[in-house]
């Protein structure tokens, strides 16, 4: 069963940035867009495997630090090859938490 995990606080994630945490036993890559709005994806890009939760976010999407596909932090689409996509997960943030569904 899902349910909402605590995964750290929005100060430790800087804007246009990104980090990755375990999560249920899933590396999970939770993104800043504006210091508001806070995504979370499947942290191994869908190309070759590329860390995304080191990639920077742009226009609101993560450029993975590899090969520089870019993804929707939205929804895990691959803007660079259409056929690809990672995961998304819920976020919510409540008292300066971050809090992944998985
Ligand atoms: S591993 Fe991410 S773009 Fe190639």
Redesign the pocket.
């Known amino acids: 069963m899902s349910s909402y995990e605590t995964v750290a606080k929005t100060s430790d994630i800087r804007e246009g940035r990104g980090k990755a945490f375990t999560v249920n036993g899933k590396r999970i890559a939770v993104f800043n867009v504006d210091n508001e709005n806070f995504y979370a994806l499947d942290n191994t ?1 869908a ?4 860390p995304l939760g080191r990639g920077r976010v742009r226009n609101g999407a993560v450029v ?1 630090p ?4 870019a993804y929707d932090v939205t929804n895990g689409r691959c803007y660079t090859d259409d056929r690809l996509r990672v995961r998304s997960y819920e976020v919510i943030v409540e008292d300066d938490e971050i809090k992944v569904k998985c």
């Open positions: 890009c190309h070759a495997r590329g993975c590899v090969h520089s596909y």
